[in-house]
């Protein structure tokens, strides 16, 4: 009997990358299935979105841009996580818990790390036990 050989390892690579194309951050939030809760088809507004974020996260399979964490900061009280996004073809691979490990250690233990979940997130964050709180309180988007 002969054995197939194993598949090859997946490396997937953090890193923080102030200047993301604009670009290339749309196609993830599109494969990730965040397109119609984000403005996708508006690349001026998704260009404004990178450059006001105070860190950009990113998760890279094999060198190609797979996974982000958008995040506005001071790096001493609190940060928002406003975008969390991987890929569909690379969920289930511990790459969203990587993101919000590498934010977390990019803000520093002093500043506190919230967000607000995407319907269809929400047992994401409930697989990985991140905490819930009740007393958050949210003004929607008018346009």
């Given at each position: 009997?002969?054995?197939?050989?194993p598949?090859?390892?997946?490396?997937v690579t953090?890193?923080?990358?102030?200047?993301?194309?604009v670009?290339?951050?749309?196609?993830v939030?599109?494969?990730?299935?965040?397109?119609p809760?984000?403005?996708?088809?508006d690349?001026?507004?998704?260009?404004?979105?990178?450059?006001?974020?105070d860190?950009?996260v990113?998760?890279r399979?094999?060198g190609?841009?797979?996974?982000?964490?958008?995040?506005?900061t001071?790096?001493?009280?609190?940060?928002?996580?406003?975008?969390?996004?991987?890929?569909?073809?690379?969920?289930g691979?511990g790459?969203g818990?990587?993101?919000?490990?590498?934010?977390?250690?990019?803000?520093g233990p002093?500043?506190?790390?919230?967000?607000?979940a995407?319907?269809?997130?929400?047992?994401?964050?409930?697989?990985?036990?991140?905490?819930r709180?009740?007393?958050?309180?949210r003004?929607?988007?008018?346009?």
């Amino acid at each position: 009997m002969a054995l197939s050989p194993p598949e090859p390892r997946t490396v997937v690579t953090y890193g923080i990358e102030p200047d993301l194309d604009v670009a290339e951050f749309r196609r993830v939030l599109v494969e990730s299935g965040l397109a119609p809760r984000r403005p996708a088809d508006d690349p001026v507004r998704l260009e404004m979105m990178l450059a006001a974020a105070d860190l950009v996260v990113t998760a890279r399979r094999d060198g190609a841009l797979v996974g982000v964490a958008r995040t506005l900061t001071d790096f001493s009280f609190c940060a928002y996580l406003s975008d969390l996004a991987v890929c569909r073809s690379a969920q289930g691979l511990g790459i969203g818990q990587g993101l919000i490990a590498a934010t977390r250690e990019a803000i520093g233990p002093q500043a506190s790390l919230l967000l607000t979940a995407a319907p269809d997130a929400i047992t994401f964050y409930e697989r990985i036990a991140m905490p819930r709180v009740a007393d958050a309180f949210r003004y929607d988007r008018e346009a």
